[in-house]
């Protein structure tokens, strides 16, 4: 403020300050600098409803949306920036390069995912409105800002997607385009255990690496290139076509009679006092999935069916199985001493 009152008047002098550090025809008459406000809630877009989407064909390739609450997969990051701007995303929104955003090709619209940059372990929270890459060995095409955020500056970047349910605070920022704080960095040992997966899922240059597989861009494609409106018009859908009738098997002639084998020896049953407590879930159907992608044992406690790895004999093998639970996603999952 430029008028300071003195002595007596504190009163007035309060008035003054409450109306004179506001805001008056858009322009602010004083004060300390504020930082950036909340998007009003009429700016924001909106995370309803939520659209899965239909079957669709690219390049012959045919990819079905799915809504699936556990995603967590690794691949490679691309980004797209101005060459887009101002042009409607997939679920029809205006796709503002700066934004934290990203296009995915199966997650429903919009969705929010945790992005993990394999090289430095930095994570970020990006909300995914558009459909794209269509491109074989890409598993995720984000925005310019997002790509800044995670820090790729140029050609891709390998990357773990995991999906997530952030905060609705979080949510609001990423529907105004801000940015949300990032996670806390990955560690190396896990970041050793993705790098490896990917190695693993990664087939040689030219075979193909995706069911089905997807087209190649063409060399004098530009970036932007291969995004669609799923859910308007113009859009490419397809049905799925019933799978062909099995043809019949001829009958095997008749196995002459062999001595009954004996029954292998049961493995030794390794006992310690060590576990991995990877959850607790209502459905019993839920904790039978998770216990078969971990290798663990489904056990009931109270109203609650608890899923663990092991026993194990030592510190050491517990904690391998831990990296182990946490890398398919359990990331509450722990080390239990009984």
Request: with cysteine; glycine share 12%.
């Amino acid at each position: 403020m430029k008028s300071i009152v003195r002595g007596g008047g504190l009163a007035i002098g309060a008035a003054l300050l409450l109306s004179g550090c506001g805001i008056f025809d858009g322009k602010r008459e004083g004060g300390p600098a504020a930082g950036p406000a909340p998007a009003p809630a009429s700016d924001l877009v909106s995370d309803t409803p939520v659209k899965v989407g239909d079957p669709y064909m690219i390049g012959g390739a045919t990819y079905t949306p799915a809504d699936i609450p556990d995603y967590d997969d690794v691949g490679y990051a691309s980004w797209y920036g101005e060459e887009l701007a101002g042009k409607p995303t997939a679920n029809g929104e205006i796709f503002n390069p700066g934004g934290i955003s990203a296009a995915h090709r199966t997650l429903p619209l919009p969705s929010y995912v945790e992005v993990t940059a394999l090289d430095t372990g930095r994570t970020i929270l990006v909300r995914i409105n558009d459909r794209g890459p269509m491109v074989s060995d890409r598993l995720i095409d984000l925005s310019r800002g997002a790509a800044e955020q995670l820090g790729i500056t140029g050609g891709t970047a390998a990357v773990r997607v995991r999906r997530t349910n952030p905060p609705l605070a979080e949510r609001a920022q990423l529907r105004a385009g801000q940015p949300v704080p990032e996670r806390i960095a990955t560690p190396d040992s896990l970041l050793a255990i993705l790098r490896n997966k990917l190695k693993a899922i990664t087939a040689p240059k030219g075979a193909v690496v995706a069911q089905p597989a997807a087209p190649i861009a063409s060399g004098g494609a530009k970036p932007g290139d291969d995004r669609l409106v799923v859910e308007g018009p113009g859009a490419t859908k397809v049905g799925i076509k019933p799978a062909a009738k099995p043809v019949a098997a001829a009958k095997p002639a008749p196995a002459r009679p062999t001595p009954a084998a004996k029954p292998a020896p049961k493995p030794a049953t390794v006992s310690g006092p060590y576990a991995v407590q990877v959850g607790a879930f209502s459905s019993e159907a839920n904790a039978n999935a998770a216990a078969k992608s971990v290798g663990g044992s489904v056990a009931r406690a109270g109203k609650l069916w608890r899923v663990r790895m092991g026993p194990f004999a030592n510190d050491a093998d517990a904690k391998a199985a831990l990296a182990n639970a946490k890398a398919r996603g359990f990331r509450d999952a722990a080390v239990v001493h009984d």
